[in-house]
């Protein structure tokens, strides 16, 4: 079953574009950020030129609804730039990069980032847990509005939210439910599983490519399958090295068939549709299926040491966000688990999953269509998370979706059309109370600052997140 994460970044250079106040220097924003009630700095590290990068943690209620109740640290990093300068409240909807990493709204409006670590993603867990209760969107809007609101102390400009894939569907609900918190919403590649029974995702994957490339994915699983003593051989011993259990999903060989069929969504995800050429064929040598899919869906991905550091989306999509029907009906003949691919397999026995949340995603699919204001979508029409994305309606003022042709999971507006890259990037500039110059004006690139090869790069075709 697969899961999501952050989005393309790629740089904007808008060469005069954006005139900046003096920054302040280290020790004056250090100091305004120590004086913050809740906010602790726990490090400045070392960051670009122009910029200072902070660790950070905000003291958080663990119920909203009781401020006045327990509490817990939960994990954040700030980009400074400028607190003259706009600011991007980000989150990836997992953890929270400890490197500085730009998003492309932030690079398009030259300007500070607030990235959050989404709650019950270790170490930002409360303890005791009480998942059924503390876990919702609710409570993780509620963390990000505590914080942009504890932050614009400082940075008194205007503020936007984005992320990609989980986080984009965090960035739109933290907007549903604190809609004046920022001036505009960017997501990225966020699905919009609105009545998680009827399911998209399959009439999509049945169509998405070309016939050649489909048939060859299928044929593969099924050697794949046939294969699964010698495979999980591979497996095995692959297991045995790294330390690796399964105990949440049940065994090594369940792991391993529950891979296969999520290979098929995993490919279009993360790779481009001239990787077809790289698919091997039936009778292809073990080593060489093996790592094809250490590639595309690892066959241990469903270990208890991969799975730990997820649990918290995989319990979030089995009780509101939903999920993707397995698309496995031509693997049936082969399956000694049929059924197993849901996230409940995912979460560990000893966490209570209540009933599924069946108004959750139909109230912010009915807010973007009637409420929804300053919305900017962008998606990539090869991506399967594409497959039920979130549609504007006729309440939506100043919004905008795009998809980007042949795009994947890391689909960014940089990788648009020049007039739609353009009409996007001006859009958000015009949130961010910058001024829209000129298309002549812009061009897309990446950059790698000495000392941080990262700083540009795509965290979600680094990370690979299942969603």
Partial sequence: MRRLLTFSSVLLVTAGLVTAAPAASASDITTELAAIPRLTVVSKDPAPAGFQFFKLTFTQPVDHRHPEGRTFEQRFTLLHRDSSAPTVAY?????????????????????????????????????????????????????????VQALKKIYRGRWLATGGSKGGMTATYFRRFFPDDVNGTIPYVAPNDVIDPVDNYNRFLANVGTPECRASLKALQRDALKRRDELGELAKAAAAKKGYTFKTVGSLDKSLEIAVIDSYFGFWQYQKASDCASVPKPGAPAATVWNWF??????????????????????????????????????????????????????????????????????????????????????????????????????????????????????????????????????????????????????????????????????????????
Avoid: C
């Fill in 294 to 467: 250490e590639k595309v869906e690892s066959l241990n991905s469903y270990s208890d040491q991969e799975l730990d550091s997820v649990v918290p989306y995989y319990y979030q999509a089995a009780v509101q966000l939903g999920s993707p029907e397995a698309y496995d009906s031509y693997l049936r003949d082969l399956l000694r688990y049929p059924g197993a691919d849901t996230p409940r397999t995912f979460v560990p026995a000893s966490v209570r999953l209540p009933r599924f949340d069946y108004l959750a995603m139909p109230d912010i699919d009915f807010w973007v269509k009637s409420q929804g204001r300053q919305l900017l979508f962008v998606y990539g029409s090869n991506d399967p998370w594409s497959a039920e994305p979130f549609q504007l309606g006729f309440g939506s003022r100043d919004s905008h979706r795009y998809f980007v042709s042949g795009g994947n999971h890391g689909s960014s507006i940089a990788q648009l059309p020049p007039a739609q890259a353009a009409e996007a990037t001006s859009a958000i500039r015009r949130w961010a109370g910058l001024p829209e110059s000129p298309a002549s004006a812009r061009s897309f690139a990446g950059t790698a600052p000495s000392g941080f090869p990262d700083f540009d790069t795509d965290q979600v075709l680094t990370e690979r997140p299942r969603l």
């Fill in 91 to 147: 989150t990836s909807g997992y953890d929270v990069s400890q490197t500085p990493n730009r998003s492309e709204p932030t690079r398009i409006v030259d300007g500070n980032q607030l990235s959050m670590e989404y709650r019950y993603f270790t170490p930002s867990r409360p303890e005791p847990a009480d998942w059924s209760r503390d876990l919702t969107i609710w409570q993780a809007a509620a963390d990000e509005h505590d914080a």
